[in-house]
């Protein structure tokens, strides 16, 4: 199992892949990312609170949620692309650049023996955007928010 | 004004950016790109009819539209991340090549007298998939697409 998540950038394409493997099966994965209950339980840094404000996870639908952290929100929003069992894809902004827009895809590849590899995949229109967001301290969200979804894999929440 | 259309690869991202003047106002270059009944009118090939299945042209929306020619069908789809006046940002499947997506972006910018530059970009995952698409003989639609729409720029369709 991959404790830690990966995270790659590209050499050639201005894309942020990760990987890492959890102890649930596809199915619960894909309700960890597409249940708004469940989802607004580990994304994000521990110390921030996720509030789901839109949320319809169909192929066509779209999604926004609020980060709170020490008293300040963040808005983030995209439309789902598509919402499949084995990937997702969807648009993704932070409300604070909103210009800035990724293309974000994730698969759920069944390992058996009730364990999954999330791969997920960022791709942006820069590599200046890329590397800004790589500078930004995400890998703190990403592997905080990982963590909590491991949890959630052991202790009967999913 | 530029009559033809410009097509161009970017040769560090896997983009297509395409630019082209019409004899419009911005607002009619919106309209003819969100109202469905107008959009159905000049996108892509004279020898293609257009009908539109689904279409929801505001932020979170979807769309879906069936290209007819000789008897076949062809189907393409996204979600609608942005639809801002001057700039929409969608995703966009070719249904016969289910698992590519691109990231699409337009810009509807203002030159006085009437007059508006469209500019586009298409961003996918892989300079392979960027090529093959400009190898398919996309410029044919793109080309006979905006001769009908700069027709309805000045026939008072618009």
């Not at 339980?41 to 639908?61: F, L």
């Not at 604070?96 to 990724?102: K, L, Q, S, T, Y």
């Not at 390992?111 to 500078?135: N, P, Y």
Request: glycine content about 10%.
């Amino acid at each position: 199992m991959t404790k830690e998540t990966r995270i790659e950038a590209d050499p050639k394409l201005p894309i942020i892949r990760m990987t890492r493997d959890f102890a649930a099966t596809p199915e619960q994965l894909f309700r960890a990312h597409t249940d708004p209950a469940l989802f607004a339980q580990w994304v994000g840094p521990d110390a921030t609170a996720t509030r789901i404000e839109h949320w319809d996870a169909r192929t066509g639908g779209s999604w926004r949620y609020v980060s709170a952290h020490d008293g300040a929100e963040y808005g983030f929003r995209g439309c789902f692309h598509e919402i499949g069992p084995d990937r997702i894809v969807q648009t993704f902004t932070f409300e604070g650049d909103p210009d800035g827009v990724a293309l974000e895809t994730l698969w759920f590849e069944d390992l058996g023996d009730g364990r999954t590899r999330l791969r997920t995949q960022s791709l942006v229109d820069t590599f200046e955007g890329r590397d800004a967001w790589l500078r930004s301290g995400m890998e703190i969200g990403v592997n905080e928010g990982y963590a909590k979804l491991e949890r959630m894999c052991t202790d009967g929440t999913l």
